[in-house]
């Protein structure tokens, strides 16, 4: 689950890491409010989307307005707040067609000595979370990662016992940081690993993470990821999800207690179980195919759950066929073959669908379908289903 910028800064607020005084604000009015509030001096404001790459992108057809203003007067945040708010945001990470602002961030301005880089995700491989940081912060790390890799450094550690000194020490010493600024590295580096761990975070990322001119640290950007299957120990952390933020379709899937994820290809997929919806992917594309989504509807899946799954599915525009591919394990096949007729008639299928069941009730389920008026390509095994759908849409 991702959040705000604001958000992740009122939450590195609580866990002492040094963040700018700043405000929340859904009107235009309220920025200057907020800006006056802060004191009248110079100030940013900062629209708010699930999406990096504010500060380099703009309005759509409207260049000038970028997704991060400095502003030096109430007028002025006014109005870098109504060229924000209600108009669409495009960044190298929201896709062509852009995202939404529904709120800014009016944030005290910076006096940036230094520009630096820290994350800090999990290493699977390690088994251990891992702090990045390097010199090159504000621009895009990928780049940083793809092109000077030795300007990234890295420091694994234990999520029982936190960042250690020695490591902050070796950390500052290759990033050049001295005096005040080491000091102030150490309470930053290892009260954001504390957070890190106690919020069960997938992903805190500060880009760029600030050296003021007095030598204080601080977190100019938040982006903050948590780990999903650790939310039913945060239940606090719900009320910080924005819905409007997130795919539709992921969210109607949620809702109906379906495995969904939203992808660029056209032959959408419904298959029971995660690791067979795995291989179904894997051999639409071996068959020369672009899978949709990644769909599981579970082992115990019902009638509704699956018309629901169905609905989800063709309501993608890019959705060009459709592969059923079930074992009837707990789920059976004559429900599977039920929900598809009852989602035939509710939503009907424009396009081709290619059927393979197997396992439990599956001559019943057959006859189920044959018997239907929805027109289904039947399939034998993995290989056959998958060359057919890929040879339907074609
Ligand atoms: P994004 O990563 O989405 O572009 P950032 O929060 O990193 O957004 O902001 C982009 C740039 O704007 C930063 O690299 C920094 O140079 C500048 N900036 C952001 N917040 C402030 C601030 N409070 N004061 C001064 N400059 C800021
Ligand atoms: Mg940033």
New binding site residues.
């Given amino acids: 689950m991702k959040i705000h910028?604001y958000q992740g800064k009122e939450l590195f607020r609580q866990a002492g890491v040094p963040v700018?005084e700043g405000q929340m604000v859904t009107t235009p009015d309220e920025a200057a409010a907020a800006y006056d509030k802060l004191g009248g001096k110079i100030a940013?404001v900062?629209a708010q989307i699930h999406a990096?790459?504010?500060?380099?992108g703009n309005v759509i057809d409207n260049p000038d307005q970028k997704?991060?203003v400095l502003v030096k007067s109430a007028d002025e945040a006014k109005a870098a707040a109504a060229g924000l708010l209600g108009n669409k945001l495009v960044t190298i990470q929201t896709g062509p067609e852009g995202q939404t602002v529904n709120r800014v961030f009016v944030?005290?301005?910076?006096d940036?000595a230094r520009?630096l880089y820290l994350g800090i995700v999990l290493d699977r491989a390690a088994s251990r979370p891992v702090l990045m940081a390097s010199t090159e912060g504000?621009v895009e790390i990928e780049t940083v990662a793809e092109e000077t890799p030795e300007l990234i450094f890295k420091e694994h550690f234990d999520p029982a016992v936190g960042l250690d000194a020695y490591q902050v020490r070796k950390l500052c010493k290759k990033l050049k940081i001295e005096g005040a600024a080491a000091k102030a590295a150490h309470k930053f580096m290892t009260a954001i690993c504390r957070f890190f761990v106690d919020f069960d975070c997938s992903l805190a990322e500060i880009?760029?993470l600030v050296i003021t001119g007095d030598g204080e640290m601080i977190a100019?950007?938040a982006k903050v990821t948590f780990d999903e299957n650790a939310l039913f120990r945060h239940k606090d952390l719900l009320e910080l999800r924005d819905l409007s933020e997130e795919e539709e379709s992921e969210v109607r899937a949620a809702n109906a207690g379906l495995s969904y994820v939203k992808l660029e290809g056209n032959i959408a997929c419904l298959v029971n179980g995660a690791g067979l919806a795995m291989s179904t992917m894997d051999i639409i594309k071996y068959h020369g195919g672009q899978p949709a989504n990644f769909l599981d509807v579970g082992g115990g899946a019902n009638a509704q759950q699956v018309t629901e799954a169905f609905r989800i599915l063709l309501s993608d525009p890019n959705c060009k066929g459709v592969l059923v591919n079930i074992f009837g394990g707990i789920a059976r096949c004559t429900t599977i073959a039920s929900a598809l007729i009852e989602a035939g008639k509710e939503v009907g299928f424009s396009v081709p669908l290619v059927v393979r069941l197997e396992g439990t009730e599956v001559e019943e389920g057959r006859k189920l379908l044959e018997e239907s008026d929805i027109d289904v390509i039947t399939a034998t095994d993995l290989t056959d289903a998958a060359k057919k759908i890929v040879a339907a849409v074609a």
């Fill in positions: 910028e700018l940013v900062k990096g790459g504010r500060g380099k997704g991060v944030e005290a301005g910076c940036i520009e504000g880009n760029p100019l950007d």
